[in-house]
Nanobody, 127 residues
Framework: QVQLVESGGGLVQAGDSLRLSCAAS????????MGWFRQAPGKEREFVAA????????SYADSVKGRFTISRDNAKNTVYLQMNSLKPEDTAVYYC????????????????????WGQGTQVTVSS
């Protein structure tokens, strides 16, 4: 079992930055892919970014590419999402996610690939 806990959300103005953190426990952190998703009211949960087990193969949704950066610190069992140049349309609850160790890879952006989810952290960007 894996537990994921997000932090770092808040209320900011357009153009500001935030760094989200996701602390993981339950198994060796370096052995699993980590992803970030977000969900705005009335919308589906959408893929934001993901990163490979050793920090390689970063992937981003087109809507955040060039503004957001995903990274991980395996020594701290933590994955980060640095969000720059925030826009009102970035407003959502942000979730980190991880697959189970036995889950076949089906794509970073596939919600079905991820079995473990954090509780979410609210990001609100005012105009």
């Amino acid at each position: 079992q894996v537990q994921l806990v997000e932090s770092g959300g808040g209320l900011v103005q357009a153009g500001d930055s935030l760094r989200l953190s996701c602390a993981a426990s339950g198994r060796t952190f370096s052995n699993y892919v980590m992803g970030w998703f977000r969900q705005a009211p009335g919308k589906e949960r959408e893929f934001v970014a993901a990163i490979g087990r050793s920090g390689g193969y970063p992937s981003y949704a087109d809507s955040v590419k060039g503004r957001f950066t995903i990274s991980r610190d395996n020594a701290k069992n933590t994955v980060y999402l640095q969000m720059n140049s925030l826009k009102p349309e970035d407003t959502a609850v942000y979730y980190c996610a991880a697959p189970s160790s036995s889950k076949p890879y089906s794509g970073y952006g596939d919600r079905k690939y991820y079995d473990y989810w954090g509780q979410g952290t609210q990001v609100t960007v005012s105009s």
